[in-house]
């Protein structure tokens, strides 16, 4: 990969690559994946984000034991898929979970996008 930057002041170099590293894993990841499991087919991938109140290791925590994910490498079984969890993440930076599904499914992006906002909108999170 080549980047190029310019800033001011004596750390802006450092700051950029660091900031730019945690931003370029998933894409590598998504890449990795893509070449090892998948060459040659159709890829279309799903991201859900949702704004969850609450301190962040309890909602961290919440979502893994409503999934039953520990760790990576970790078979999962969620909403008729089955699949493998690559990468778990919770810090320090932004708390991440890439699942591969084992199985193409087809339509499932478009039909299940919805209902896994939904679902990670109403998370019980526990006041602190």
Do not use: C
Not at 48 to 63: E, N, R
């Amino acid at each position: 990969m080549v980047s190029s930057a310019f800033g001011t002041g004596a750390g802006w170099e450092q700051e950029f690559f660091d900031d730019m590293e945690k931003h370029w894993v998933p894409f590598f990841d998504n890449l990795r994946l893509y070449l090892t499991h998948f060459p040659g087919q159709q890829v279309t991938s799903m991201s859900v984000a949702a704004d969850i109140p609450g301190h962040a290791d309890v909602v961290w925590s919440v979502l893994r034991q409503a999934l039953d994910v520990e760790k990576a490498g970790q078979p999962v079984d969620v909403r008729g898929i089955t699949g493998h969890v690559e990468r778990i993440s919770m810090s320090p930076g932004p708390n991440e979970l890439l699942l591969r599904l084992t199985d193409p499914v087809p339509g499932f992006v478009e039909r299940e996008q919805p209902a896994w906002k939904a679902w990670l909108e109403n998370l019980a999170i526990p006041k602190v």
